[in-house]
């Protein structure tokens, strides 16, 4: 797959190295802004991503039957690739955004686009993985981020990045702006409000370099298909300690991997074979 070659340099073009360690450098926590909903699926036992269909069979129903679920194993040498000239990927500096947690996830609230040739989508949330939810070529990674965008008929996009360990204790500043606030959420169905956040190093990175396509599915309830996603070749850099804050809070968070495209859901296989 495709690697950090120089982390050095690419840590500045982030604008510098990253000097956040969220442990130790913060007076307490603040209080929680406000609540929250908390999501009604998990990932652990029966509320889990074996049951997702059994949560709500109607609504979940391509959870266990659909036949191009996300995430996958992204094989290199058969995964198409977008062109960065192809998107504009455009998400707007702001003072401050809604940081919330769903229990099953962190997620920020903010306004972005994503234009293809096809659609302009809006950016409704990002959101965080640990561990990522897609492999590039079996390998798996620490964190994974997901910018989700839908229009204004429902289509819906995804554009995501993967995070590996840096062993030079680089991070990716936008990154360290969001979780700055992440004691301030450690409750599930609690929010508050974020410092300022600057996406021009993150859509810097998303332009120049390669970028996975393929179209799947929202990998948590109800899986609804036919969502196209847009994967950054390259890793984004995290540090231990910022790592291990968010894992911490978030926990385990990832989908299993599904079967190869277009092939029987692995629920079906599985069930099949039972019987």
């Not at 070529?137 to 839908?150: C, D, I, L, R, T």
């Not at 229009?151 to 680089?170: K, M, P, R």
Request: aromatic share 12%; charged share 10%; net charge negative.
């Amino acid at each position: 797959m495709v690697r950090i070659t120089n982390i050095a340099v690419f840590a500045a073009s982030f604008s510098a190295a990253s000097a956040s360690c969220l442990s130790g450098t913060r007076l307490a926590a603040r209080a929680a802004d406000g609540t929250v909903a908390i999501s009604t699926f998990n990932y652990t036992g029966e509320g889990g991503p074996l049951n997702w269909y059994g949560l709500n069979t109607t609504t979940n129903s391509a959870c266990s039957k659909g036949k191009n679920q996300s995430p996958i194993d992204i094989v290199t040498q058969s995964i198409k690739y977008a062109s960065a000239s192809s998107l504009n990927f455009s998400v707007p500096a702001v003072p401050s955004a809604k940081f919330e947690n769903l229990g099953t996830n962190v997620e920020v609230v903010i306004n972005g686009s994503l234009v293809t040739s096809n659609f302009t989508y809006q950016l409704a949330q990002f959101h965080f993985h640990t561990p990522s939810e897609h492999r590039i070529n079996e390998e798996y990674f620490p964190m994974e981020a997901h910018f989700v965008y839908e229009t204004s008929a429902g289509n819906i996009a995804v554009v995501a990045f993967v995070f590996q360990l840096s062993q030079f204790g680089f991070s990716t500043p936008l990154f360290d702006s969001v979780f700055a606030h992440l004691d301030d959420i450690a409750t599930p169905g609690t929010f508050t409000e974020t410092g300022p956040l600057d996406f021009t190093g993150l859509i810097k990175h998303f332009n120049t370099h390669g970028i996975y396509y393929y179209s799947g599915s929202l990998t948590t309830p109800p899986c609804s298909e036919n969502v196209a996603w847009y994967i950054s070749t390259e890793p984004l850099p995290l540090n231990v300690q910022t790592y291990n804050a968010v894992k911490k809070v978030v926990k385990f968070n990832a989908r299993y991997t599904q079967n190869t495209l277009g092939r029987d859901n692995l629920l079906e296989v599985s069930a099949a074979e039972l019987q």
